[in-house]
C-alpha cells in the first residue's frame, strides 16, 4: 500500500495568517491527491482533488500544489472556522489512503 | 444537495453481526460507485469498501475481506455493509461516502457509531 506521510501533525496559526500542510507518498501518485476539512463531530468535506483543483463551494484562500511524492495544501489567511482536522487522501493506487492528519487550531 | 444518511450504530460484542445502511438522495445513485471508510477512536482514517455504480464489481481492504460484505439497491438508493466476526479493532465511525472524480470522495455521510466490546 501507498503510505502518505502527513506534516505537521498539529500547529497554531494566527488569524489572517498563511498555514502549509504538507503530504509526502511513498511513489509516486501523479497528482491523484485530495485534501480534507474534518470539524469535530462533522464528516469529511473535501477542498481540493487532483493536486490542485477547488471544490465547488469551498473559499479560494484554500489551494493545493504538488507533483510526484510530494504535495501541500495552503491556506492564504487563517479565519476562525478554518479549525479543524485536515488530512491527505491519495487515489493513485488500489487501496486509498489516507494521511495521519494535522490539527489546526487558531492561536 | 447530495445527502447520505447511515443508520444502524450500535454496539454488539465480539463474534456477533451488525448491517450498517446508507440512504442517499440529491444526486443519480445509481451512476456512482459508493465506498465504506472507517475511523476508529482517536486515530485516521481508513478506507474499507468499495462498490461499482452497477454491483459488478467490489473492493475490500485485508483488514475486513472475507468479514465484510458491500452491496447496494438501486432502487432504494441505498448502500449497505454487513460485518460479520465483528472484533474489538472493528470499533470505530462508519462513514459511507460517494466516488467523484478521479475516485475521490467527494460527499461523505455523517457517520454511524460502531462498538464491538464485551
Known amino acids: 500500500d501507498i503510505q502518505m506521510t502527513q506534516s505537521p501533525a498539529s500547529l497554531s496559526a494566527s488569524l489572517g495568517e498563511t498555514v502549509s500542510i504538507e503530504c509526502l507518498a511513498s511513489?509516486?501518485?501523479?497528482?491523484?491527491l485530495a485534501w480534507y476539512q474534518q470539524k469535530p463531530g462533522k464528516s469529511p468535506q473535501l477542498l481540493i482533488y487532483?493536486?490542485?483543483r477547488l471544490q465547488d463551494g469551498v473559499p479560494s484562500r484554500f489551494s493545493g500544489s504538488g507533483s510526484g511524492t510530494q504535495y501541500s495544501l495552503k491556506i492564504s489567511g487563517m479565519q476562525p472556522e478554518d479549525e479543524g482536522d485536515y488530512f491527505c487522501?491519495?487515489?493513485?493506487?488500489?487501496?486509498?489512503?489516507f494521511g495521519g492528519g494535522t490539527k489546526l487550531e487558531l492561536k | 444537495e447530495v445527502q447520505l444518511v447511515e443508520s444502524g450504530e450500535g454496539l454488539v460484542q465480539p463474534g456477533s453481526s451488525m448491517k450498517l445502511s446508507c440512504v442517499a438522495s440529491?444526486?443519480?445513485?445509481?451512476?456512482?460507485?459508493m465506498n465504506w471508510i472507517r475511523q476508529a477512536p482517536k486515530k485516521g482514517l481508513e478506507w474499507i469498501a468499495l462498490i461499482y455504480y452497477d454491483s459488478s464489481s467490489k473492493y475490500y481492504a485485508d483488514s475486513v475481506k472475507g468479514r465484510f460484505t458491500i452491496s447496494r439497491d438501486n432502487s432504494k438508493n441505498t448502500l449497505y455493509l454487513e460485518m460479520n466476526s465483528l472484533r474489538s479493532e472493528d470499533t470505530a465511525m462508519y462513514y459511507c461516502?460517494?466516488?467523484?472524480?478521479?475516485?475521490?470522495?467527494?460527499?461523505w455521510g455523517q457517520g454511524v457509531m460502531v462498538t464491538v466490546s464485551s
Open positions: 461516502a460517494k466516488q467523484g472524480y478521479g475516485g475521490f470522495f467527494d460527499y
Open positions: 440529491g444526486f443519480t445513485f445509481s451512476n456512482y460507485g
Open positions: 511513489e509516486d501518485i501523479y497528482s491523484y
Open positions: 487522501l491519495q487515489g493513485s493506487k488500489f487501496p486509498p489512503t
Open positions: 487532483a493536486a490542485n
